[in-house]
């Protein structure tokens, strides 16, 4: 293993061996080279005659360019964009970020978090935390209602074992916080090591814990920790902030969970591809909330270094441009009020669709699930297969949708325009009375 890799993990261990313990093997052996980078970053600071390290062309004292490129960005210097963004993120961002979080998290507040790490989005955040803490045969406790893609990341990737709960009960009134509980409980009787992804918003359900049901998942993953199995919860947030009812908790799970004990690692995966409505940007955050008996920021050090390793040794950085743009996006005077607006917009949209299933003429033809945030939505059909409802809608009716298993479709209000909602579902009553047909 390499000396640098074994300096950080001394570090983790004298701190809190059982962080290291949840690590997976790549984990471990991971850590963020003193090769050219940190050369090129001793130059960039002490070279004031010569600096010829980091592999990019300048003319001058700028980076060399096109006009065919940089003419389409304007308000820029091409040196905050074109030249590399380092691997752990462009430093203001990062601290910009940290700071909003506790913004957005009262809760967290007293709590030692460390510094996020910037990722390509969101899914690419999944991939890197994928490989710092899943191992083959690692057991993930997930709802039975996911986002497709964490298949490919955690158990093509990574060969874990997805364990699935019940994510609602059989009504579909609320979430299934017995059926949670029941599964961890029974996974961690049986594994020194539990893993669970916590997105709430959810994809693809839009549903988000209410308080007192956030306050009980806490408490579930608090209580197993301290019973001595180890505990790596990672907060999928990816939708963070889009939260439409006043029961609803506003704050990520992350804040109910980080520090809160020694077994426990809170991962919190977030970004601006929801928040901010840059999705093609790719700008994601990891962050980490942990418990030590010493020496946490030391800790906290050694995982960003880990981090940013494994993106170094992936796709070298993010988009400089992308986190350039965001930054100053969030020092601009009107963001806020910009982000409220589009807020307001999305919380209609939700309210439309939930003004036009109190027609209880629609409970002839499917049961919906509940939803109170982010994008989405999904109904349950009574008897015909989601799939072949989605193609005959597609065909018949040029409507499209997302099919999940045999029985679910979801709708995703956050591209639907208000006065299509109620034409939308008659449409689907329609579509379902032709296959009831055949």
Same mark, same amino acid.
């Given at each position: ?9 001394? +570090? ?14 790549? $984990?471990? !052996? ?16 002490? #070279? ?52 909003? /979080? ?49 298949? %490919? ?15 609602? @009960? ?26 669970? =992804? ?16 956030? @306050?009980?998942?806490?408490?579930? /993953? ?5 019973? $001595? ?18 029961? +609803? ?6 804040? &109910? ?34 418990? !030590?008996?010493?020496?946490? #920021? ?31 996006? %969030? ?45 989405? %939505? ?19 009716? $040029? ?7 045999? &029985?679910?479709?979801? =709708? #995703? ?5 208000? &006065? ?19």
């Amino acid at each position: 293993m390499n000396v640098i890799a074994q300096q950080l993990n001394s +570090t983790i261990t004298q701190a809190n061996p059982h962080i290291y313990d949840m690590l997976s093997d790549m $984990g471990k !052996a991971l850590f963020f080279p003193r090769g050219i980078l940190s050369q090129s970053a001793e130059a960039k600071a002490k #070279a004031h005659k010569i600096n010829a390290t980091i592999g990019i062309a300048k003319e001058g004292d700028t980076v060399m360019h096109l006009p065919s490129v940089t003419r389409y960005v304007t308000g820029i210097a091409p040196d905050a964009y074109l030249s590399y963004a380092p691997s752990f993120g462009i430093p203001g961002l990062r601290e910009q970020w940290k700071n909003n /979080l506790f913004c957005k998290n009262p809760s967290l507040a007293g709590c030692d978090i460390s510094l996020p790490v910037v990722t390509s989005g969101i899914t690419h955040g999944v991939s890197v935390f994928s490989d710092m803490w899943v191992n083959k045969e690692d057991v993930i406790v997930m709802p039975d209602m996911m986002w497709g893609n964490y298949n %490919m990341t955690f158990t093509v990737r990574n060969n874990a074992k997805i364990v699935h709960y019940k994510a609602y @009960d059989d009504a579909l009134t609320r979430f299934n916080i017995d059926d949670f509980a029941s599964v961890l409980r029974a996974q961690a009787a049986k594994n020194d090591k539990i893993i669970t =992804v916590l997105n709430f918003p959810h994809n693809p359900s839009g549903y988000s814990l209410r308080k007192d049901e956030a @306050d009980q998942v806490a408490a579930v /993953l608090l209580d197993i920790a301290q019973k $001595g199995t180890n505990v790596v919860a990672v907060c999928d947030d990816a939708y963070f902030g889009l939260f439409f009812e006043e029961q +609803t908790s506003k704050e990520s799970l992350f804040a &109910k969970l980080a520090g809160k004990h020694k077994r426990l690692v809170a991962v919190k995966l977030d970004g601006a591809t929801k928040e901010d409505y840059v999705w093609g940007l790719r700008v994601g955050f990891v962050t980490y909330g942990l418990a !030590a008996d010493k020496d946490l #920021a030391g800790v906290y050090q050694a995982l960003e270094q880990k981090t940013a390793g494994c993106i170094r040794g992936n796709i070298s950085n993010a988009s400089h441009l992308g986190q350039t743009i965001l930054l100053k996006a %969030m020092a601009d005077p009107d963001y806020k009020a910009q982000k409220k607006e589009k807020f307001a917009l999305l919380k209609q949209r939700a309210r439309q669709i939930k003004k036009v299933l109190e027609n209880l003429e629609y409970a002839q033809y499917f049961d919906v699930y509940p939803f109170n945030s982010g994008y989405f %939505m999904c109904i349950r059909l009574k008897d015909v297969d989601a799939e072949k409802l989605r193609l005959h809608l597609l065909d018949k009716y $040029g409507v499209g949708l997302i099919s999940i298993g045999e &029985k679910n479709i979801r =709708v #995703a209000f956050s591209c639907l325009e208000e &006065k299509d909602v109620q034409t939308l579902f008659d449409i689907i009553v329609s579509g379902i009375s032709d296959l009831r047909k055949t």
